[in-house]
């Protein structure tokens, strides 16, 4: 067989393979086998000798090249013989410095204690001393059971099935692996083994979370059992990721809940992360998103750059070592510290941690559809670029467990096929099931398909495609969307008839604003949702939809459910969401949005002259008021700069002055002004709030001066923000006032109407007096113009303005395009037709009743205020100017107000009363009804607060 081996280029990433390699003994593998000891295990799965390697690729003394996934089983964090590292060893030699020194300390020993210690979490560094150990792991593992024993005088150790620790005497009492252990007679005695986290092979049979808490509980049980026969260990030992096991991460919330074990008990927590250490999992080290740290880890393969070094990092108080109690000749080993210092830096540059992480990701994806098409993988795991995929019957048999039945020599087959077409990688695990992926965190995305390619070909070859839980091919996939023609949108009918049904049956049964199980409850139920690879019915998933999601929502249409600027949909605006999601338009460029072009332009024509704009006027949807007013603030920030200096702020960034910059808005306006001055480089401190009168409206008198003192010290105020509508007050600035003072100033004068703007269709539009003059206007459609979330706009007097947001991409809006591309004004790409559902609800509802809507619920809010007035045990803090009150109830025998309203409110919501608001006025908790269902009653509030009144007096007996 001829192989192409073009090893000797530069910058090959991949085998090239043309035909399966040839993996006969040659000469080399014939004198290991008649020389070398039969306790050589690698030869006899991977059949090769190795003549050189570079990063990922490896030749063989046949020429042939692999990529390898094993990388010394973890040691090469960088791949072989990586340039950097080699240079800075001949480096190291040439100048004739020490390469072993025992534990006589040098300068690279001191830098590299630092270096290693620098990559901890910081709790953990702060109390971490290091320690050198004999040049294997398995050395570490003893150094940390002997000081364990030591410090806690107890001689008992607690290990986990599934585990590997090493080969010493000592290490090997630790290791799960009974064929390994067989025949090996003294192994260190009182050693426990406890049940590891396995979902696909639990041993109580429960599998997932459950499971893993299972093992918990069993074990904390047996540490308080005081007939368990087992005495308290002096230390429990774990691999946060389980590698010669299987590849098994230990769920974060088990490691924490070991923390708390063995803290309660007195014991010592081990870490080995010898294998799955050093940014392997996506983080320097696997334990370390668990937000706990251990008392000892234990350290080594790709701490040393590739070369023998191993270590313990252990917490200060326990280094209770007496000089020379436990040594290693080659503990001093220079070289290896020379090129872990090397590999540390080398990963903190090209941040190959977070590298890891994410393709480790685009690996674990890979597999996982891999695992779709093939019945024999039973399960993908893993964390970052340390993973494993397990091997079953490609029959689907089960075990006398009802667990799938392991298949090894399915497992060798696909070994020896990825072998055979250049891919090396290793197995373990149960049975020897599970085939393990251990590359290098410098592995590359073309690497990665390799990988995936190779093993999908092997897989063909051995298992065929899995077809015995698939439809037939018409069956199971075009099931599953609308079609175009006679008949093809038939499923989709019949879907939404089946989801309608369901909803109806929940609004029929509807009890409260919330009558669903407690968080907690809720959340368990959630969280054990399993997602099959068969797939369910519609019916089904509606149901189960109905019965969990539904029935445990807050129900906005409920009179009670009174909180927040949170609207009950139009029944237009919610059909009108079947025809925007199957239709599925994309409102970045015309042709993907041929009429939803035109209909969004029409929308915003529409409302524009509501405004009293002109026809210079423009505007775009968003996603709400976040969105809008951060647009507002963006093109006033960009005109400004270049007004005044011509500098080209999407071109080259913020000019050197922008600290100077000032946004001026009340100290009531909305938290996004903030947060998008943050977002847009300009910080919080670059807005300047304004006080406000007793009714919330900003002071006029004081902006002025607020704008002359800016100026005379230097500052560069830009813009100023109107509130037409506060969140808690349902204030309106004085628009008009402003407008004149922003042009007074040559400002920009943006209006957040998000709450406030549907006003422009009712009888009460003078209250937004001014907000023609505003240079950009932000509206939430989603609010009360009722539309389902989420659905705003931003306005714009001047459509030139819009200029400052424009960008053409060749594949998208070119600059020579006849039809308009409305991505040219919006900062987001892909947007969806949400003017559909403001078009067909305006068509539908008409202006006039769209007016009589929000005087409803203007009357309702005056009406209910009044009724408030005449309550004994309640407070109104503020005369209402939009749809909220707030208030609060009072009781002269309480002394802890703000407890009171407190509870009330939690009450409320618990025995599904209502769902009211919390704020703060002067300091002190108010609470808050924010009234925008145009078809609630008086009655229907009066009768709500008759029960809050109830939940008062319990309350209050129990206070």
Not at 228 to 243: D, F, H, W
Not at 310 to 327: A, C, F, V
Not at 527 to 552: H, P, Q
Not at 715 to 741: H, N, R, Y
Request: aromatic share 8%; proline share 3%.
């Amino acid at each position: 067989m001829n192989y192409v081996t073009e090893k000797t280029k530069k910058n090959q990433e991949v085998p090239i393979v043309d035909s399966l390699y040839d993996l006969y003994e040659d000469e080399y593998l014939n004198q290991q086998t008649k020389y070398e000891s039969e306790v050589r295990s690698y030869p006899r799965r991977l059949p090769l000798a190795i003549k050189k390697a570079s990063g990922l690729l490896v030749e063989d003394t046949k020429g042939q090249v692999y990529l390898d996934c094993l990388a010394g089983a973890g040691t090469l964090a960088l791949g072989h013989n990586h340039a950097e590292i080699k240079d800075e060893l001949k480096r190291y030699l040439d100048l004739d410095l020490p390469s072993q020194t025992l534990d006589l300390t040098t300068g690279v020993k001191n830098v590299f204690m630092q270096e290693v210690l620098d990559t901890l979490p910081t709790g953990f560094k702060n109390c971490a001393k290091v320690q050198f150990c004999g040049p294997s792991g398995a050395d570490a593992v003893e150094a940390a059971i002997k000081l364990a024993k030591r410090v806690t005088n107890r001689n008992n150790i607690i290990a986990f099935s599934g585990a590997y620790h090493g080969m010493t005497n000592g290490s090997m009492s630790l290791m799960g692996n009974n064929q390994t252990k067989a025949r090996s007679s003294g192994l260190m005695a009182d050693v426990h083994f406890m049940p590891f986290p396995y979902s696909l092979r639990c041993p109580f049979g429960l599998g997932g979370d459950d499971g893993a808490k299972m093992s918990l509980r069993y074990l904390e049980r047996t540490l308080n059992d005081d007939e368990s026969g087992i005495l308290k260990p002096a230390a429990i030992i774990v691999e946060p990721v389980q590698g010669e096991g299987g590849v098994l991460p230990a769920p974060l919330f088990w490691l924490k809940e070991l923390r708390r074990i063995t803290e309660e008990h007195g014991i010592l927590l081990i870490f080995d992360e010898i294998q799955c250490g050093i940014g392997k999992t996506g983080s320097w080290f696997a334990f370390e998103n668990s937000n706990i740290f251990p008392d000892i880890l234990c350290l080594s393969k790709a701490v040393g750059g590739g070369l023998p070094l191993s270590l313990l990092i252990l917490n200060e108080k326990y280094d209770d070592w007496r000089p020379g109690e436990h040594t290693g000749t080659f503990r001093g080993n220079q070289l290896a510290m020379v090129a872990g210092l090397k590999t540390f830096e080398i990963i903190r540059r090209d941040n190959l941690v977070e590298h890891a992480k994410v393709a480790g990701n685009y690996f674990k994806n890979g597999l996982n559809q891999l695992a779709s098409k093939f019945s024999c993988i039973a399960e993908v795991r893993g964390r970052g670029l340390m993973l494993g995929i397990e091997i079953v019957s490609k029959k689907g048999s089960l075990n006398k467990f009802s667990e799938p039945m392991a298949d090894e020599e399915l497992t060798r087959k696909i070994q020896r096929g990825c072998l055979q077409r250049g891919l090396i990688i290793e197995k373990g695990g149960r049975n020897g099931s599970v085939l393990r992926f251990l590359p290098p965190l410098n592995i590359t995305y073309k690497q990665i398909d390799f990988v995936l390619d190779v093993l999908e070909n092997v897989l063909l070859n051995e298992v065929g495609i899995n077809t015995s839980n698939r439809l037939p091919k018409h069956e199971s996939l075009d099931k599953f969307f609308i079609h175009t023609g006679k008949g093809g949108a038939d499923l989709f009918q019949e879907s939404v008839s089946i989801a309608t049904e369901n909803l109806i049956k929940v609004f029929n049964d509807v009890r409260g604003p919330y009558s669903g199980m407690m968080p907690s409850v809720l959340k368990s139920v959630i969280d054990s949702f399993d997602i099959s690879k068969e797939g369910r019915t519609i019916n089904d998933v509606m149901r189960s939809s109905a019965s969990f999601v539904a029935k445990n929502s807050i129900i906005v249409q409920h009179p009670n459910c009174i909180a927040h600027l949170h609207t009950p949909p139009l029944i237009t605006g919610v059909v009108s969401e079947l025809f925007i999601a199957a239709l599925n338009q994309s409102m970045d460029s015309w042709d993907q949005a041929s009429a939803a072009t035109f209909v969004e332009q029409k929308v915003i024509q529409l409302v524009n002259e509501h405004v009293g704009y002109n026809s210079l006027a423009d505007g775009i949807f968003t996603s709400g008021g976040t969105q809008s007013n951060l647009m507002g603030i963006l093109l006033a920030r960009d005109k400004f700069i270049d007004k005044l200096s011509g500098h080209n702020v999407k071109q080259h960034g913020l000019p050197n002055y922008h600290q100077r910059l000032k946004i001026i808005c009340s100290e009531t306006a909305h938290f996004t002004v903030q947060k998008s001055a943050a977002l847009l480089g300009l910080g919080f401190d670059s807005v300047e709030t304004i006080s406000v009168d007793v009714n919330g409206k900003m002071d006029i008198y004081e902006l002025n001066n607020k704008i002359l003192h800016l100026k005379n010290n230097d500052f560069l105020p830009f813009m100023i923000v109107g509130t037409a509508g506060t969140t808690d007050e349902g204030a309106i600035d004085p628009l008009l006032e402003q407008s004149k003072i922003a042009e007074k100033h040559d400002l920009w004068f943006h209006v957040d109407a998000a709450y406030g703007g549907s006003l422009i269709f009712s009888s009460r539009r003078k209250m937004l007096e001014g907000i023609y003059k505003a240079d950009s206007i932000t509206l939430d459609f989603h609010k009360l113009f009722y539309q389902p979330i989420s659905c705003g706009a931003f306005l714009i007097r001047n459509r030139e303005n819009f200029n400052y947001l424009l960008h053409h991409a060749d594949y998208l809006n070119r600059e020579n395009d006849k039809l308009p591309n409305l991505v040219d004004k919006s900062i987001a790409t892909t947007r969806r037709f949400d003017a559909l559902k403001v078009l067909l609800s305006l068509q539908h509802v008409g202006l006039n009743n769209f007016g009589r809507m929000y005087d409803n619920v203007f009357d309702l809010t005056n009406q209910l205020a009044n009724f408030l007035e005449g309550e004994k045990h309640i407070q109104v803090l503020r005369s209402p100017q939009l749809s909220t009150i707030l208030f609060r109830f009072i009781d002269s025998e309480i002394k802890d107000l703000n407890k009171l309203n407190c509870t009330i409110r939690e009450m409320a919501l618990e025995d599904g009363v209502a769902i009211l608001g919390e704020t703060k006025v002067d300091g002190n908790v108010s609470l808050k009804v924010t009234i925008l269902n145009p078809c609630i009653k008086l009655q229907d509030l009066t009768e709500m607060f008759k029960q809050l009144n109830i939940l008062f007096n319990k309350i209050k007996r129990e206070l």
